[in-house]
């Protein structure tokens, strides 16, 4: 590894303490969790950064406990992979939320466990994708660069370009109780699923009561002569929730009548989940037992979805594949397709039955000459003391309390930060040493601390913002392909608002003839509004020389009409829009942000607060052909 070529602006020499030479690098880590990326875990010499005299920003001191942004990722699967969810069920990747309960699994001694986790975030993009084809009949489709469980530890989709790393090949078992597909979920809105839980009025029966109404069921009757799939579904949910139990791993389904047991085991056969029926017992009741062990009892919660969550449960059981989850073919999908990827506390999630990785892609590099462009997004310096240090810092008799701005730099709540969780730490010695914070961010990780942030809010001033500035998924999927969605971090507004705080929206950068025009503008006020912001802050599009070129590579590639028209705006060296378009602007969008009840800053505040973001605004851009990472 070589730092020789790295050097350090003289405005950020603080940001990197201990980085002039070696000595402060305690180890580089690459990790399954970010493949494609490696952390240099440094011992920073300090926290606490002042800002130069001479700056526009409107505060002296900032934290960076991270240089470079790990927001740049790769995504894993489509949009209808099925993810087990806490409560048993199994939800489509697409209706998943930030925050949600789900299960990812956890190793334990010598055994891996399901454990309850959470979704601490999500994106989705447009990619290559494979379908794997596994034994028991589970598909799966997901970037070459996805990573599922295999009895022989973890495994790409498909080979890298270098043939390198580890990947699925036919006859590789993979891990978990399988059986998952799209088409085998429940669908409970359907008329048919209503009609058979309970049957009603409108179809054929045979009435027989099996089960008298109670406060948590409605009395059921009927049984049709010709069911349809969706009728069997919500037949299997109403009988389950009535008379059956899943308890030591055995699902069973309890009743004395003969027409009734013989239904439950024709619709339990039309989705090929084995079953058998047990001896009566001494008071004539039978049972209709699943039998295949979690694979089959994992169908049946997927086909019926329950409305008594308790018992599908596998919390603390162990992993272990009893289905046949062979490889049997793996295919490469022509063109590309919408891909989703969430990061969870595990690092992992139950996708189609099988356990599925956090996707990322993986890295090339083994230089750390560190560039503007993809290097920022794959080698991020990490400050591993930065909490031990700020708070021996916060102790000196010489500190004033001033107000201490975090996501100045880089953003504090990247990726990265679900695996080194540095940020409660921080919040905490700030609060504790009565220091007020702000913060700016675009990640909705933030979520994860409301709790402390509020504690926090209690002792000191908080200040927080939130920076969305694609306001259309497909520009936003194209300029910011590494980023939460425009929709989940006006979700993270909201959640913050609800807990209690004031949250202002960066409407930074505006693109010139791309997000500059009434209805663009007027349609993000809406949305921010609505989420619930107090204030808005605009500025045009700021191109520093380190991501000039790359913007310029993406506007080429994507909108080539717009070439001439933004060189004549950022002719030569110019990084800045021409105060004719700068005020052309103000004049368009101040009138906006008042008619949506929003509060506008200051004129000073404003161009100060521009100056803040002006070093987040454009960070580096990605590599090639990926677009600049704009802020």
């Not at 209503?194 to 009927?222: K, W």
């Not at 990827?341 to 990785?357: E, L, M, Q």
């Amino acid at each position: 590894m070589r730092w020789q070529g790295q050097t350090i602006d003289d405005a950020d020499a603080a940001a990197l303490p201990g980085l002039e030479n070696r000595s402060g690098i305690v180890q580089s880590v690459t990790t399954p969790e970010f493949a494609g990326m490696t952390f240099h875990e440094v011992l920073a010499r300090s926290a606490l950064n002042a800002v130069p005299a001479v700056s526009r920003m409107p505060f002296r001191w900032t934290i960076n406990p991270y240089r470079g942004c790990s927001h740049a990722c790769v995504y894993c699967v489509d949009p209808r992979t099925l993810v087990l969810c806490a409560d048993g069920r199994q939800r489509p990747i697409r209706d998943l939320r930030t925050g949600d309960e789900i299960i990812g699994t956890e190793r334990q001694g010598r055994c891996r466990r399901y454990i309850r986790t959470r979704v601490q975030a999500k994106w989705t993009t447009r990619k290559t994708a494979y379908r794997v084809t596994l034994a028991d009949g589970t598909e799966l489709i997901a970037s070459g660069d996805h990573r599922f469980l295999t009895d022989r530890g973890w495994k790409h989709v498909a080979d890298a370009h270098d043939g390198q790393r580890p990947h699925l090949t036919v006859d590789n078992r993979l891990m978990g109780f399988g059986g998952g597909t799209p088409q085998s979920a429940s669908a409970p809105d359907s008329a048919d699923y209503r009609r058979g839980y309970p049957a009603s009025e409108g179809v054929s029966t045979i009435t027989r009561p099996f089960s008298l109404r109670s406060e948590t069921r409605a009395r059921m009757t009927g049984i049709p002569v010709f069911p349809s799939k969706d009728w069997r579904r919500g037949f299997l949910s109403g009988i389950f929730d009535a008379e059956g139990s899943c308890s030591r791993g055995v699902l069973r389904i309890s009743n004395r009548d003969p027409v009734l047991l013989s239904t439950i085991m024709s619709a339990l056969r039309a989705f090929d989940i084995p079953c058998t029926l047990e001896p009566p017992r001494v008071n004539g009741v039978r049972s209709v037992r699943v039998t295949g062990g979690l694979p089959s009892r994992m169908k049946f919660f997927a086909v019926a979805s329950p409305a008594i969550t308790r018992k599908p449960s596998i919390e603390g059981t162990a992993v272990k594949s009893v289905a046949d989850l062979r490889v049997i073919s793996i295919e490469e999908l022509p063109g590309t397709r919408t891909l989703v990827d969430i990061t969870t506390g595990t690092g992992d999630f139950v996708a189609n039955g099988v356990i599925s990785h956090n996707c990322f892609a993986r890295g090339t590099h083994q230089y750390l000459d560190l560039d503007a462009g993809h290097d920022f997004d794959s080698q991020i310096v990490v400050k591993t003391n930065v909490v031990d240090v700020l708070r021996r810092e916060l102790r000196r008799g010489s500190w004033q309390h001033e107000t201490v701005a975090l996501g100045t730099n880089t953003d504090p709540y990247q990726r990265a930060e679900g695996r080194y969780r540095l940020m409660p730490g921080i919040i905490a010695a700030l609060a504790d040493s009565g220091t007020p914070m702000s913060i700016l961010t675009k990640g909705t990780l933030i979520r994860r601390d409301i709790p402390l942030l509020v504690e926090a809010a209690a002792r000191v001033p908080v200040d927080i913002q939130l920076s969305i500035a694609m306001y259309d998924e497909a520009l936003q999927r194209s300029i910011e392909p590494g980023t939460p969605s425009t929709q989940a971090r006006l979700d993270t507004v909201r959640a913050l608002t609800d807990a209690g705080f004031r949250v202002g929206v960066f409407l930074m950068p505006v693109l010139p003839y791309l997000t500059d025009s009434v209805d663009a503008i007027d349609s993000a006020l809406r949305r921010i509004a609505d989420a619930g912001a107090a204030h808005a802050v605009y500025g045009a599009l700021h191109l520093r020389a380190g991501v000039k070129p790359w913007f310029f590579q993406w506007l080429q590639r994507e909108r080539p009409d717009l070439v001439a028209a933004y060189r004549g705006l950022y002719p030569g060296a110019a990084s800045e829009a021409p105060k004719g378009y700068r005020r052309w602007l103000a004049e368009r969008i101040r009138p906006l942000i008042r008619a949506h009840g929003l509060r506008a800053q200051s004129e000073q505040e404003h161009d100060r607060m521009r100056g803040m973001l002006r070093a987040r605004t454009n960070p580096a851009p990605l590599a090639a052909p990926a677009p600049a990472t704009l802020f």
